[in-house]
């Protein structure tokens, strides 16, 4: 397959390093575009769960190869590191394999925005006051992807389309709607003082594109559930690409269908 051309991507939250990266998909993904500039939006290596048991399977390693292969052809390749790969903020400004560390960014779009890329979790109340409580957040949050992947397989064997559990529980759940409207409004607010008219980060898990304001704010989302990113096409016209599974076939592997684009900046 030939590989799409854009101008800009920027995705986050791999969690590499976890059982429920889903590394493959995000392979795929990185196989089917080829841009001007990649921006790695943090949360890529989950050190957390690292250090907790080891969890490195061949496809972790090949999302690493492949991005320093785009390097290498040219891609200019940005890491500004999140709170879960905390651990590589300490190298901001030095380069690594022609891939550029940083602690934010910022990008001017075609049409002549400028746009403030962080991972957010300097936005989040939780990580900013008891980051022990959101360590045992992720904990639980591990325990939901894990009971989302058996519903998920009876699905596949009743032929029923991917479900997120997450999602549904973050949208029906006032505390988690509020969590997330703070912490938009947080980012919003943090680009406009910045002085630019756009902001992509990620952090929640939330993949979205609005206008706030004076301020574009754009979630990258996750390659954990959701399998999304944003793309700048060649035209300036930022979109966002949800690279989804449709289901589990009975072996419980996954079956993935053509990716859904939403135009919204």
Partial sequence: MTPTHVRSIWISDFHLGTR?????ELLD??????????????DII?????????????????VIQKILRKARKGTSVAYIPGNHDAFARQYAGLRFGRVTVRKSARHTLLDGRTVL?????????????????????AVAYGFALALNHFVNMIRGIMHRP??????????????????IDDF?????EKAH???????????????????????TYMNCGDW??????????????????????VGFSGDGQSTRRQPEMTVNA
């Avoid at 089917?32 to 943090?42: D, K, N, T």
Wanted: charged residues 20%.
């Fill in 193 to 215: 003082a910045a002085g630019v008219e756009g902001v992509v980060c990620g952090h929640i898990h939330h993949a979205d594109v609005r206008t706030m304001g004076t301020v």
């Fill in 117 to 137: 890329i962080v991972h957010g979790d300097e936005f989040d109340g939780i990580i900013r006051y008891a980051q022990w409580l959101q360590k045992l957040g």
């Fill in 29 to 42: 993904f990185l196989r089917s575009y080829e841009s001007e500039y990649l921006f790695l939006v943090g």
């Fill in 20 to 24: 429920h990266s889903r590394a493959d």
């Fill in 224 to 245: 954990v559930e959701s399998c999304t990113a944003l793309v700048e096409r060649l035209d300036g016209t930022v979109e966002l690409v949800r690279w989804l599974d």
């Fill in 46 to 62: 989950d050190g957390w769960a690292l250090s907790r048991s080891w969890q490195w399977p061949q496809s972790h390693s090949d």
């Fill in 184 to 188: 938009e409004q947080l980012v919003a």
């Fill in 162 to 179: 991917y479900w997120s559990l997450s999602a549904y529980l973050k949208q029906r759940t006032k505390k988690a709607l509020a969590y």
